[in-house]
C-alpha cells in the first residue's frame, strides 16, 4: 500500500473511532487531559518568560531552564488534573447510574490532593489564584440564594481598600509571609524605587550596571 493511502487509512479509522459513542467518555478524559497541557503551557510560558527576566540573575541558559522548568510542571500538573477530576467524574457516574452534584466535588477534592497538594512555588500560585475566584463567587452565591443581603452599594471600592491596605502592611513588616514573586514584585515597586546613583539607575535601569 502506498504511503499516501496508508496515511487516508489511519485518518478515516481514527476519525470514525473518535466518532463512536461507546469511546466517549474516555475520548474526552483524554482531550480533557491534552487541553490541560496546552492550556498549563499557555498560561506559564509567558509568566515565566516576563517574572525570570524582570527578576532572576544568573546566565540566560539558567534562566531559559528555569522557564521550561517552569512550564513543564505547570503544563503536566493541569494535565494530570483535568484527566483525574474527568475520568472520577465519569466513574463514579458510572457506578451510581446518573451524575449528582456532590461528584464534581469528590473528583476535585482527590484530584486536587493528588496533584496540587505538594507545596512548591507553581501549586502555590495556582491554589491561590483560585481563592481568590472562589471567594469572590461564594460571595455572589450568597447573595443570589438570599443568604446574605443584596448590597446598597457596590462594595468593591471597600473591597480594594482592605485588600491593598493589608497587602503593603504585610510587605513591609512581614515580607516573608508573602508569596515569593509577589515579594519581588513589591520590592520592585516600593524599595528598589528609593534607592539610585545617577541618571542611569534613575531613569533607564533599575539598578546600577556591572
Same mark, same amino acid.
Given at each position: 500500500m502506498a504511503?499516501?493511502?496508508?496515511?487516508?487509512t489511519?485518518?478515516y479509522?481514527?476519525n470514525s473511532? &473518535?466518532?463512536q459513542e461507546k469511546?466517549?467518555v /474516555?475520548? %474526552?478524559?483524554?482531550?480533557g487531559? +491534552? !487541553?490541560? $497541557?496546552?492550556?498549563g503551557a499557555?498560561?506559564r510560558a509567558p509568566?515565566?518568560l516576563?517574572?525570570?527576566?524582570?527578576?532572576r540573575?544568573g546566565s &540566560?541558559?539558567?534562566k531559559?531552564?528555569?522557564i /521550561?522548568? %517552569?512550564t513543564?510542571?505547570?503544563? +503536566? !500538573?493541569? $494535565?494530570y488534573?483535568?484527566?483525574?477530576?474527568?475520568?472520577l467524574q465519569?466513574?463514579?457516574?458510572h457506578?451510581?447510574?446518573k451524575?449528582r452534584?456532590?461528584?464534581?466535588?469528590?473528583?476535585a477534592c482527590l484530584g486536587?490532593w493528588l496533584?496540587?497538594g505538594e !507545596?512548591n512555588?507553581?501549586?502555590?500560585?495556582?491554589?491561590m489564584?483560585?481563592?481568590?475566584r472562589?471567594?469572590?463567587?461564594?460571595?455572589r452565591l450568597?447573595?443570589?440564594?438570599g443568604y446574605?443581603?443584596?448590597?446598597k452599594r457596590?462594595p468593591?471600592?471597600?473591597?480594594?481598600?482592605?485588600?491593598?491596605?493589608?497587602?503593603?502592611?504585610l510587605?513591609?513588616?512581614?515580607p516573608h509571609?508573602?508569596?515569593?514573586?509577589l515579594q519581588s514584585s513589591?520590592?520592585?515597586?516600593?524599595h528598589?524605587?528609593n534607592?539610585w546613583?545617577?541618571?542611569s539607575d534613575f531613569?533607564?535601569?533599575n539598578?546600577p550596571?556591572?
Amino acid at each position: 500500500m502506498a504511503r499516501p493511502d496508508l496515511f487516508k487509512t489511519i485518518l478515516y479509522t481514527t476519525n470514525s473511532l &473518535l466518532q463512536q459513542e461507546k469511546y466517549k467518555v /474516555a475520548l %474526552a478524559v483524554l482531550k480533557g487531559f +491534552r !487541553n490541560g $497541557a496546552v492550556y498549563g503551557a499557555k498560561i506559564r510560558a509567558p509568566h515565566a518568560l516576563v517574572m525570570t527576566f524582570l527578576f532572576r540573575s544568573g546566565s &540566560l541558559k539558567s534562566k531559559l531552564k528555569a522557564i /521550561a522548568q %517552569a512550564t513543564y510542571m505547570h503544563s +503536566r !500538573n493541569l $494535565a494530570y488534573f483535568v484527566f483525574t477530576y474527568k475520568g472520577l467524574q465519569a466513574l463514579q457516574e458510572h457506578v451510581q447510574g446518573k451524575s449528582r452534584p456532590y461528584h464534581s466535588f469528590l473528583a476535585a477534592c482527590l484530584g486536587g490532593w493528588l496533584v496540587f497538594g505538594e !507545596n512548591n512555588n507553581i501549586n502555590s500560585q495556582i491554589n491561590m489564584y483560585l481563592l481568590s475566584r472562589i471567594l469572590f463567587a461564594l460571595s455572589r452565591l450568597a447573595v443570589e440564594k438570599g443568604y446574605v443581603p443584596q448590597p446598597k452599594r457596590d462594595p468593591f471600592p471597600l473591597f480594594a481598600t482592605i485588600v491593598w491596605g493589608v497587602v503593603l502592611w504585610l510587605f513591609e513588616y512581614y515580607p516573608h509571609t508573602l508569596q515569593p514573586s509577589l515579594q519581588s514584585s513589591m520590592t520592585y515597586l516600593y524599595h528598589d524605587s528609593n534607592v539610585w546613583h545617577d541618571i542611569s539607575d534613575f531613569l533607564i535601569y533599575n539598578k546600577p550596571r556591572t
